[in-house]
């Protein structure tokens, strides 16, 4: 079964960083498409990134900004965040995309406030 523990949420002020990790277990990660999601308060969840061999593909709301990217020897999927806005305030979950519904893990917090 898939299993997926994001990590490196946190609190940030406006125009700061944070990396996000995810590691994977329970499919071939190198073969996987992965992806980034976050949900704020209030509002459904969305694809924020997306990795696969074919290359990557981003939101509008975070292209520029935020990189995706994977290590297939560490079955872990990054999401380096700069340029952070208030408005990227939200759970982050990491799963393959298209998502494993059974898979949602907890996400991690990712709070952009001064």
């Known amino acids: 079964q898939v299993q997926l523990v994001e990590s490196g949420g946190g609190l940030v002020q406006p125009g700061g960083s944070l990396r996000l990790s995810c590691t994977v277990s329970?499919?071939?990660?190198?073969?996987?498409?992965t992806g980034w999601y976050r949900q704020a308060a209030g509002k459904q969840r969305e694809l924020v990134a997306r990795?696969?061999?074919?290359?990557?593909i981003y939101a509008d709301s975070v292209k520029g900004r935020f990189t995706i990217s994977r290590d297939n020897p560490k079955k872990t999927v990054y999401l380096q965040m700069n340029s952070l806005k208030p408005e990227d305030t939200a759970v982050y979950y990491c799963?393959?995309?298209?998502?494993?519904?059974?898979?949602w893990g907890q996400g991690t917090q990712v709070t952009v406030a001064s």
């Open positions: 329970g499919i071939i990660f190198s073969m996987t498409p």
């Open positions: 990795i696969s061999n074919g290359g990557t």
């Open positions: 799963n393959t995309y298209p998502p494993t519904h059974l898979a």
